[in-house]
């Protein structure tokens, strides 16, 4: 029996098989509500087989959007849209998934087909302020960001928190927090962009304190019988920075406050970064985070090949993988796996005359 396809229990949550649709925005929201893209995008990779469908990075306020078209989750406004695409992912016996982020530092962006020269929207052409734990902005031509005072961090903690709660309420049955890429979170963690000198900055402890009180407080609204997952940046790939060593330290934290895998991804978080990218580049740190944090762990990146992503969850080194290109390349990829590793999985009925 194929361990790909086999299934994988969460608290209270059975994914039928280990393969997982990781979060891709879309850029295609209207005032942060999802569209009828959204529901044809995400029903389909259902419809093809994944066992979680995660949806794109999703802002818990305006300003934590990383384009004017990204999706949000800061209003009741946002909910029945969403409640469209849970449903129908919950019909094709798929478990629905949200990400929910702040674009920090890298927000206020045109969508990448509307890139020119400028790299961020104006706030006369309806951008905004990015926000960041210290005021060094992500790179050239980016703006310096607004760094964050105490009582706007309280408020931050609580956006998280409502968002949670609004994701519950659309019917999402798996929460993922976005603490990677170079985002608002991300920022935080690494000593490249967090210069602070209270709390939340200078020592590790202090680098991982906002991520933790997010997740502890995401932990206490989001229901206890739904997983939470938090997606990380293992190491930022430049020296000096956040590696993976700081990323098992973290993961030991999460967990103990109630997040249930981590989802190992890199980068993001300085533009001159040189990253070696190549088939299963990252799946190392989920199989390290995985062995010395003792958590669940999700390998990305670059995963394309069936009997790849075999080898990576039966031999240990992850407990499910997160795809992303590959699924944008071919929605139903989980029914052609299933072919080549001699798995039989169930068909949509409307699609059997092509079994």
């Known amino acids: 029996m194929s361990i790909l396809f086999s299934p994988l229990k969460i608290r209270e949550i059975t994914f039928k098989n280990r393969v997982f649709v990781s979060p891709m925005c879309q850029y295609s929201s209207e005032n942060g509500k999802a569209t009828d ?12 087989g994944a066992a979680l469908v995660i949806a794109e990075a999703t802002a818990v306020s305006p300003e934590g959007r990383i384009s004017p078209q990204d999706m949000g989750l800061w209003s009741k406004e946002h909910i029945e849209p969403l409640k469209r695409i849970t449903t129908f992912i919950k019909s094709q016996n798929s478990i629905p998934g949200i ?16 890139q020119k020269r400028e790299v961020f929207v104006p706030v006369s052409e309806g951008g905004w302020t990015p926000l960041a734990p210290s005021a060094i902005s992500f790179g050239e ?26 994701a519950a309420q659309a019917g999402f049955q798996t929460l993922e927090l976005h603490f990677a890429h170079g985002y608002l979170l991300h920022s935080f963690l690494s000593p490249l962009s967090n210069h602070r000198t209270d709390e939340f900055g200078g020592s590790l402890e202090n680098r991982i304190r906002l991520a933790i009180l ?32 700081s990323s098992i330290e973290l993961a030991k934290k999460l967990k103990s ?6 989802d190992c991804s890199s980068g993001g978080l300085v533009p001159h970064a040189k990253i070696p990218v190549a088939a299963g580049y990252q799946v190392p740190f989920a199989e390290e985070i995985r062995k010395k944090a003792s958590v669940l762990t999700g390998a990305v990146g670059m995963i394309t090949d069936p009997r790849q992503a075999e080898e990576i969850i039966s031999s240990g080194r992850a407990d499910a993988v997160l795809m992303a290109r590959e699924f944008l390349r071919t929605p ?24």
């Open 37 to 48: 893209w959204h529901l044809v995008h995400l029903g389909s990779r259902a419809v093809g």
């Open 99 to 114: 990400q929910i982020a702040h674009a920090g530092r890298k927000a206020s962006t045109p969508r990448p087909w509307d």
């Open 141 to 166: 031509n980016y703006p310096v960001p607004h760094a964050l005072d105490r009582k706007e961090i309280e408020k931050l903690i609580e956006q998280w928190e409502t968002s949670a709660s609004l």
């Open 214 to 245: 997010i997740a502890e407080r995401v932990r206490k609204v989001w229901p206890q019988e739904y997983p939470l997952f938090a997606r990380i940046s293992a190491t930022d790939w430049v020296e000096g920075g956040w590696d993976v060593l």
């Open 257 to 262: 406050v109630g997040v249930d895998l981590i």
């Open 332 to 355: 139903y990829w989980p029914i052609g796996a299933a072919k080549v590793l001699n798995e039989d999985i169930p068909y949509p009925p409307q699609y059997l005359r092509a079994r």
